[in-house]
């Protein structure tokens, strides 16, 4: 039988750019989504892009029954990628519980699957967001994770903890956590790429909108932090290089190369960007004019975070290699592609 990869919310960004890296290393992959976040167009797209059609299941991975029988059904799981969780901070801290509950209850679903079914590897999908504002910049893994900042960013803190004490009380099981800065881009097809619902919260998919004429501004939250040029600063990390990262990190499992049941590596490029910086790497990849203003401070933001990512460098072998002004060019022709589709 040949061993397969589950990757959990395989349909949303990150997990679609994945999926795309998986398949083209060689993967056999099977995605459950339950299409709370995204849209099944993100599988065409992957067909599209790898000329393989990965198998899919749409799940919802909180609902226990359900994953029982997928799980009957797949016996050839090896590992599981698990990107399914809800991730607006915001609405993290208007409905908490909605946060609490899948986020959590999934990630506990799937360990419990993983002791029970043998499953004995997983990538798990964390977030930055674990160091707040951290003492030193930039911040390592060493640094301390501080009180999260938001509902969401506690759900991250907790999962890194369910995983770790799951694995200290059953040796047979290994993860790596990915402590993802800023992802942002597209594929370079414009097939797949970010999907957000509503009014974007992150800043790229909001200059793409603003640009295209969907939205009249960009509202640049504050100008005077401690910072060169007085914008937040913040490490963007191409999507595709994220999604590499996967695959790095999955083969270190699959050949034990890991050197403790449980890892933890930034994945960011360790360099900071400023909003205003972001919004001229936007204008010089695309040639668009962007419309912009400057407003008070966006509250609970943070004023600057990038990355250390000497480890990820060191044992994993990888390094952000695609420039930010790609970053913001794919981003552009996926908005492109995004409005044509409509
Ligand atoms: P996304 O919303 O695009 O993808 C998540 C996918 O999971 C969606 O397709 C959604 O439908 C699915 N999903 C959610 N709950 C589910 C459930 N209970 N059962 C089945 N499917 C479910 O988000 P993304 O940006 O691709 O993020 C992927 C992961 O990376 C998340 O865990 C997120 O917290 C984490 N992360 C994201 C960022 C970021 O800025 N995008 C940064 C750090 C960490
Ligand atoms: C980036 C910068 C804003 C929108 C979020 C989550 C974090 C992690 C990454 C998942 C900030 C500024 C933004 C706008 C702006 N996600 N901005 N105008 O805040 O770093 O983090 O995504 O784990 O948990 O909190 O990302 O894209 O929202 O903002 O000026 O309309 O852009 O103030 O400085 P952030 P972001």
Redesign the pocket.
């Known amino acids: 039988m040949k061993k397969q990869i589950l990757v959990t919310g395989g349909i949303g960004y990150i997990g679609s750019h994945t999926v795309v890296e998986l398949i083209e290393s060689g993967f056999e992959v099977i995605i459950v989504d339950n299409l709370s976040n995204s849209s099944i167009a993100a599988l065409n797209g992957i067909g599209e892009i790898t000329g393989k059609s990965p198998l899919f299941e749409k799940l919802d991975v909180c609902n226990k029954s359900q994953l029982r029988s997928f799980f009957e059904k797949h016996a050839g799981i090896v590992a599981i990628i698990h990107f399914a969780a809800f991730?607006s901070?915001g609405e993290s801290v208007s409905n908490p519980l909605k946060y609490y509950y899948n986020n959590l209850v999934s990630t506990i679903n799937l360990l419990h699957f993983m002791k029970e079914k043998d499953i004995p590897y997983m990538v798990f999908s964390s977030?930055?967001?674990v160091y707040g504002q951290p003492d030193e910049l930039p911040v390592s893994e060493e640094a301390p994770v501080k009180k999260a900042m938001s509902p969401?960013?506690n759900t991250?803190q907790v999962m890194e903890e369910i995983i770790s004490d799951t694995l200290a009380s059953t040796p047979s099981l290994k993860a790596i956590s990915l402590r993802?800065f800023?992802p942002i881009g597209a594929h370079p097809s414009a097939l797949i790429g970010e999907l957000p619902i509503g009014i974007p919260?992150?800043?790229v998919p909001?200059i793409t909108q603003t640009a295209i004429g969907i939205r009249d501004e960009?509202?640049?939250?504050g100008d005077d932090y401690n910072t060169p040029d007085g914008s937040?600063i913040?490490d963007y990390l191409h999507v595709v290089d994220l999604a590499k990262a996967h695959v790095v990190a999955l083969q270190r499992l699959l050949n034990k190369q890991n050197k403790e049941n449980y890892e933890v590596f930034n994945l960011g490029t360790g360099e900071g960007v400023s909003?205003l910086e972001a919004i001229k790497s936007f204008e010089r990849a695309t040639g668009e004019k962007l419309n912009y203003k400057i407003v008070d401070k966006?509250p609970g933001?943070i004023e600057k975070l990038w990355g250390d990512t000497s480890l990820a460098n060191k044992e994993l072998g990888w390094k952000a290699e695609k420039s930010l002004d790609d970053a913001m060019l794919t981003a552009w022709k996926w908005e492109n592609y995004l409005q044509k589709r409509k």
Do not use: E, H, I, P
Not at 218 to 221: I, M, P, S, T, Y
């Open positions: 991730k901070v977030s930055c967001t969401y960013g991250k993802y800023n919260d992150n800043l909001f960009l509202k640049v939250f937040a913040r909003v966006r933001d």
